[in-house]
Nanobody, 127 residues
Framework: QLQLVESGGGLVQPGGSLRLSCAASGFTLDHYAVGWFRQAPGKEREGVSC????????NYADSVKGRFTISRDNAKNTVFLQMNSLKPEDTAVYYC????????????????????WGKGTLVTVSS
């Protein structure tokens, strides 16, 4: 069974940091580009970051540039999202998703029309 499982969410104060993980099971992630997306209450899902299958190319939404860093460890079949200087507006459910063959190239790189999705992890930024 092909699965993506996110972890690392939680409650953090403004200015704090969290590291999200996206672990794959049932398939090898190193053939896939992986993206992080988020959906805040009452808002549409938005793309946050994307990393190519090799890790050589990364893209970020303007709202997180300079604060978030995406990385991957293909040996561990895992992709990470390091989130620093968190703001209340970063509060959302964060999802990871994977795509093997690009369908579209845009501001978020090739992370459009994703093939597989995780179930999400909640990040709450509040004092």
């Amino acid at each position: 069974q092909l699965q993506l499982v996110e972890s690392g969410g939680g409650l953090v104060q403004p200015g704090g940091s969290l590291r999200l993980s996206c672990a794959a099971s049932g398939f090898t992630l190193d053939h896939y580009a992986v993206g992080w997306f988020r959906q805040a209450p009452g808002k549409e899902r938005e793309g946050v970051s994307c990393i190519s299958n090799s890790g050589s190319s990364t893209n970020y939404a303007d709202s997180v540039k300079g604060r978030f860093t995406i990385s991957r460890d293909n040996a561990k079949n895992t992709v990470f999202l390091q989130m620093n200087s968190l703001k209340p507006e970063d509060t959302a459910v964060y999802y990871c998703a994977a795509i093997i063959k690009p369908k579209f190239v845009g501001p978020l790189g090739i992370c459009y029309g994703m093939d597989y999705w995780g179930k999400g992890t909640l990040v709450t930024v509040s004092s």
